[in-house]
């Protein structure tokens, strides 16, 4: 889907979150959103404030990425900062910026609307940037979807939102889930977030990890262990003291110690 | 019966006149007149007639002033004078023609006039290092003797060295400035800083990162080369006409590799120089160049081009350190060098700990409020942690910052204490935190959360041996609470060596929240005492010999 089409695109989400939306159809399971429109009645609502976006110069982070200051926000303007990050005519720079803080403050359904517009992956985890803090109907509505996008940084970004959540220990099996992703890099994550918020009900699952073809997922998955329940952590590192990758033969090492 | 004397060299027009050099044939090498055989000269890069073409290029330019000049006491009838090296890099200028290498011929009879006279004559040089050797022959007696002719190596400085210019480039837009930072810095340096306009440099405020000031030096002169970086203000533009601007006689600028090939490792936040070392009996009277780099692969480094440039600086052989966890990447972020005359060769290392951090943290009440950390990440004005709790309490990132140091920041100091043959008595771990940053759509890296203060700018008295560290105030206390209530910098209070007054600046707001701190923000030239260029130029002087 095109960002052109995706304007002219009702979209159709579904969804408890929904329902709160301002132009969802109360009450029912389906609701029918559009970004742009959404935008066009916030903008006939808050003119003074639209043009203050639409005029906001960004300052550079020192990665090159851009942020703003002093500009008007808030769940009634993330319409506008979300069009102008999906539709918008400037370069990509501004718009994953524009999405960032568009999502920022911007209700669970939104953010999943923009989610499924949104054809470039670093828009997607731009999106994801405020996940972390949102309340907990992200979870259902921006982070599940997340976990089963076709790029792995979007899946691997939704696993760092979700383990970084106050809530994250609630969450766990979405994380479990994840540890068999065929990205390293997610299962890797999601090693990590279960040893920080899981229980020893998923220390088989991390033990399987330490079979891992890649030495990143290994090694979060013999500290997922450690921290879980350090006792059991030396016995699963003797198994990994003749590791090919010298980083999880320290840490075995390190455990055995 | 005697050995002839042939010839006397003098180097001539002598900083200060204190390395007259000397060079005899028949007296004892150890008498004081005896001299060196080694000419020192500094490379003719600059564009002393502001022609916009270097001087080497001119084969004469204007008001130029980077040579060497030798005076030739000749005792002899017929003196033939070769030149062997590289031909292409050295000039023998008599009067106002080239005798000999670029422009010249490889051997040269000195006039007749001039038989058992003394003439002068000047050595140019386009490079450093080892460059080429003149052979003096008497063609009667068929007796010669040889000088070694180096060029001056652009040494980086290092944080021992007294500060002599400090930048920082004032900057108010629409809601964020660095107006507390600056006025700071104004009160404390008065006219050692100099300001970098924002108009003109489109607001790049990160000062550190395009320029990096290197000197030459020879008895005779000396240069500045500022290095440009290819960053170009993450292709922006930016800083990157800051070093042009600066350009003058016997300084000048230039750049290795190509922007379209930059990445965040070609800022020179992620270059730097320790203090003067002796490693496994090699001496570094200048220090060793230092940068962020995985040692392998392209893109995750400094370009190559600029990585060959450091590796011809033998006087500061270069190593590196894996910075690519890093969201910024750059070196400065987690070490740094501060004077210290009690330390075992003067300095300390300091680098960031984990462990110093969340006890810092931990050490006040969880429900003790921060200022600026709770405002609002979604503007970027703030981390949304009100509270020291919002940290303490955070399990997923305490285990995060646990792995950092175990996966990264031991890894760091082990690489530290190998390269400089560090002690433990000379590193000095300081608190720090960090959080996961996610920037443009992806897991960008470490990016510090409680404001960076090891990434701080030391300003350094004339001695060398302490002075200021201006470092960023963590803000890890109550809006309004004084300073010395701030658990972190308590710490770093007990942790500076005593020569080194700490200054706790705000650079919250401009720097902290964009991913740099104030050592990012600023950047300095340092003026070398006379006996720190001597180190410098014996070691030359060795290395040629």
């Known amino acids: ?201 998923q220390l088989r699952s991390l033990e399987t990890l330490l079979q891992d073809p890649d030495a990143k997922v290994r090694l979060n998955a013999l500290r997922g262990i450690e921290r879980i329940e350090p006792s059991q952590a030396q016995t699963k590192a003797s198994v990994l003291l003749h590791d090919p990758d010298p980083k999880v033969r320290r840490d075995a090492e390190r455990i055995m110690r | 019966m005697r050995i002839p004397i042939l010839l006397i060299l003098a180097l001539g027009a002598c900083r200060g006149d204190q390395t007259q050099i000397v060079w005899t044939s028949d007296t004892d090498p150890s008498a004081e007149d005896a001299g060196s055989q080694v000419v020192l000269v500094v490379p003719n890069h600059d564009d002393d007639d502001r022609n916009g073409v270097p001087d080497w290029q001119q084969r004469g330019a204007e008001n130029d002033d980077d040579f060497a000049t030798l005076t030739l006491r000749n005792r002899a009838r017929d003196t033939l004078v070769t030149l062997e090296g590289d031909q292409d890099l050295v000039r023998v200028w008599y009067e106002d023609e080239i005798v000999l290498g670029e422009g010249g011929a490889e051997s040269w009879l000195l006039p007749e006039r001039h038989r058992r006279d003394t003439i002068e004559v000047r050595v140019e040089v386009n490079g450093w290092g080892p460059l080429g050797l003149l052979r003096l022959q008497d063609m009667k007696r068929e007796w010669s003797t040889e000088v070694a002719i180096v060029g001056s190596e652009p040494t980086l400085a290092h944080h021992l060295l007294p500060s002599e210019r400090i930048w920082v480039m004032p900057a108010r837009l629409p809601g ?67 070093p042009p601007s600066l350009v003058e006689p016997d300084v000048h600028e230039d750049t290795w590799g190509q922007p379209r090939d930059a990445t965040t490792f070609d800022a020179f936040g992620n270059l730097e120089a320790s203090p003067p070392v002796e490693v496994d009996g090699v001496n570094y009277p200048m220090g060793r160049i230092y ?187 109550p809006p309004g609470a004084e300073q010395s209530a701030d658990p972190f910098i308590q710490m770093w209070d007990d942790l500076l060596p005593a020569t080194v007054t700490p200054v706790y600046i705000d650079n919250w707001d401009l720097y902290h929240m964009g991913l740099g701190e104030v050592h990012c923000g600023t950047n300095q030239e340092r003026t070398p005492a006379l006996a720190v260029i001597d180190d410098l130029n014996d070691w030359l002087l060795e290395v040629a010999q």
């Open chain 1, 1 to 201: 889907m095109t960002p052109r089409t995706s304007l002219l695109a009702l979209l159709l989400l579904t969804g408890p979150a929904l329902a709160e939306e301002p132009g969802a159809a109360t009450g029912s399971s389906q609701a029918l959103l559009s970004i742009p429109e959404l935008a066009q009645q916030a903008r006939a609502d808050h003119p003074s404030a639209a043009q203050q976006i639409d005029q906001a110069v960004p300052f550079t982070r020192r990665t090159g990425s851009l942020r703003w200051a002093d500009v008007p926000t808030g769940p009634e303007l993330s319409a506008i900062w979300l069009d102008l990050a999906l539709f918008g005519p400037e370069e990509r720079a501004v718009r994953l910026a524009r999405a960032e803080l568009g999502a920022g403050e911007a209700s669970a359904a939104l953010i999943a609307a923009a989610f499924q517009v949104a054809d470039d992956p670093r828009l997607r985890g731009s999106l994801l940037q405020h996940t972390r803090t949102a309340d907990g109907s992200i979870v259902t509505a921006v982070l599940q979807p997340a976990l089963r996008d076709p790029d792995p940084e979007v899946r691997r970004l939704a696993v760092h939102a979700i383990t970084h959540r106050t809530d994250g220990p609630q969450h766990v099996g979405l994380l479990q889930r994840s540890l068999a992703d065929g990205s390293p890099n997610v299962r890797a994550a999601a090693a990590f977030g279960i040893g920080v918020h899981g229980s020893p009900a």
């Open chain 2, 176 to 242: 964020r400035n660095n107006d507390a930072m600056v006025a700071d810095l104004k009160d404390g340096l008065g006219s050692m800083l100099h300001e970098v306009d924002a108009l003109t440099f489109d607001f790049d405020v990160w000062v550190q990162d395009e320029p990096e000031f290197t000197r030459a030096w020879s008895p005779d002169s000396e240069q500045t080369l500022i290095i440009n970086s290819i960053r170009n203000g993450q292709g922006q533009g930016g800083l990157m006409t800051f």
């Open chain 2, 291 to 477: 940068y962020g780099w995985d040692g392998v692969n392209e893109g995750v480094g400094p370009v190559r081009e600029i990585r060959d440039h450091l590796d011809s600086i033998q006087s500061q052989r270069p190593f590196w350190v894996d910075t690519d966890w890093l969201c910024v990447a750059h070196i400065d972020e987690v070490v740094s060098f501060v004077p210290d005359p009690t330390a075992p060769r003067g300095f300390r290392f300091l680098v960031s700990d984990i462990e110093l951090g969340y006890q810092a943290i931990t050490s006040v009440p969880a429900e003790t409020a921060l200022t600026n950390h709770g405002l609002s990440s979604v503007t970027g004005a703030g981390h949304g942690r009100p509270t020291a709790g919002s940290y303490a309490n955070d399990t997923a990132l305490r285990a995060y910052n646990q792995d950092l140091q175990r996966d990264h920041l031991e890894p760091i100091i082990e690489t530290f204490r190998r390269e400089l043959a560090l002690v433990d008595e000379e590193i000095v771990r300081v608190p720090a935190y960090f959080e996961e940053f996610v920037d443009r759509g992806f897991v960008c890296g470490a990016a510090a959360v409680i404001p960076g203060m090891v990434n701080l700018l030391m300003e350094t008295d004339e001695n060398g041996q302490g002075g200021r560290a201006w470092i960023a105030d963590p803000f890890f206390r």
